[in-house]
């Protein structure tokens, strides 16, 4: 039982920032990544930066060098540092949690509630 609460979403100017975070709880384990996903009106969900489980982070091609992921892995959250934004990337961005127990075969995946970011021109 894991629930994952964004924050932080809004409108801004293109060439604003926002800073989105997500917060986790319930049965969270070691193994687990987070990260960050987003969906715009008529496009698929996309990942926008994620962490994978050996700590290494990926992003993608749209928001290298504007976006920044961090994670506080004591406190089971995850940042999105999003700078010099544009209207693309309007859309609803979603938190991520994929968590397994050493054991298990099967990982668990979580979505959050999504946090709406709107850019304007």
């Known amino acids: 039982q894991v629930q994952l609460v964004e924050s932080g979403g809004g409108t801004v100017q293109a060439g604003g920032s926002l800073r989105l975070s997500c917060a986790a709880s319930g049965s969270i384990y070691s193994i687990n990544a987070m990260g960050w996903y987003r969906q715009a009106p008529g496009k698929q969900r996309e990942l926008v930066a994620g962490?994978?489980?050996?700590?290494?982070?990926n992003y993608a091609d749209f928001v290298k060098g504007r976006f920044t992921i961090s994670r506080d892995n004591a406190k089971n959250t995850v940042a999105l540092q999003m700078n010099s934004l544009i209207p693309e990337d309007t859309a609803v961005y979603y938190c991520?949690?994929?968590?397994?127990?050493?054991?298990?075969?099967?990982?668990?995946?979580?979505w959050g509630q999504g946090t709406q970011v709107t850019v304007s021109s």
């Open positions: 962490f994978t489980v050996s700590g290494g982070t």
């Open positions: 991520n949690l994929y968590t397994k127990s050493l054991t298990a075969t099967r990982w668990n995946n979580y």
